[in-house]
């Protein structure tokens, strides 16, 4: 199967960090701006680097945009310029179309033009750093729906020592350890065995409630 590759729009901060990332990460990333200084910024930092006028359907199809598996709008300021570009990608056929919103009824309209998936960096960075002042354990959050969340969790003191089966997570709070990360080695499904030793990272899934009864009682 070969590998992924991906478009990003806007170089903006978000779209910068995406392009970085996923060109660091060995993936083939074009990066597109029509600001030529920002173009020029990102030669060493993606695959290719292209000036280009999103809301433009010719210059899409001339750097090819069809050919890549995902294209990221990462367009931030220009709502107008977002939308747009959302639409023409879809119309083209991009295969996978995923846009930045400022809000919610931004995303709304993102989501009725075309895109498969909406994200809200201000937002999600607000909710993890709140999540992170009040339950000083937690130490990334991330929101899958409205209802339902995957959390980063430092073990606690009472967790020294136990294993999964012994503190049965899944009974006493209705969510579950999907993964354990001790001295940066990840065991993947881990267990009912497997022994929690202070300050290992348990990266834990379930209703917000349910995970929030968890990261207090912890």
């Known amino acids: 199967m070969s590998q992924k590759s991906f478009a990003v729009i806007g170089l903006g901060r978000f779209g910068s960090s995406v392009v970085h990332y996923l060109h ?3 993936y083939e990333v074009m990066a597109i701006d029509e600001n030529e200084e920002r ?8 695959t290719h680097a292209v000036q280009a006028d999103s ?5 899409l199809q001339e750097i090819g945009i069809r050919n890549f598996d995902v294209v990221v709008v990462a367009i931030g300021v220009d709502i107008q310029a977002n939308i747009l ?8 056929g991009v295969k996978r179309i995923v846009a930045k919103a400022q809000n ?3 995303g709304q309209v993102l989501y009725k033009v075309g895109a498969d998936r ?3 960096p201000e937002r999600d960075m607000g909710i993890r750093v709140a999540h992170n002042l009040i339950s000083p354990n937690v130490l990334d959050f991330v929101e899958l729906s409205p209802d339902y969340s995957v959390a980063e969790v430092s073990a606690s003191e009472k967790m020294d020592g136990k294993t999964l089966i012994e503190l049965n997570v899944r009974a006493n709070f209705g969510v579950n350890v999907i993964a354990i990360k001790t001295n940066h080695k990840f065991n993947i499904a881990p267990s009912p065995e497997d022994t929690i030793h202070k300050g290992d ?7 917000n409630e349910d995970l929030k009864r968890f990261e207090e009682e912890i």
């Open 55 to 59: 809301t433009d359907e010719q210059a």
């Open 39 to 46: 173009v020029q910024m990102h030669a060493d930092n993606a």
């Open 24 to 26: 660091s990460s060995g």
């Open 201 to 207: 990272l348990l990266i834990v899934i379930g209703h």
């Open 104 to 106: 919610p009824r931004h």
């Open 118 to 120: 909406v994200v809200f």
């Open 85 to 92: 570009t959302t639409l023409l990608l879809k119309e083209l």
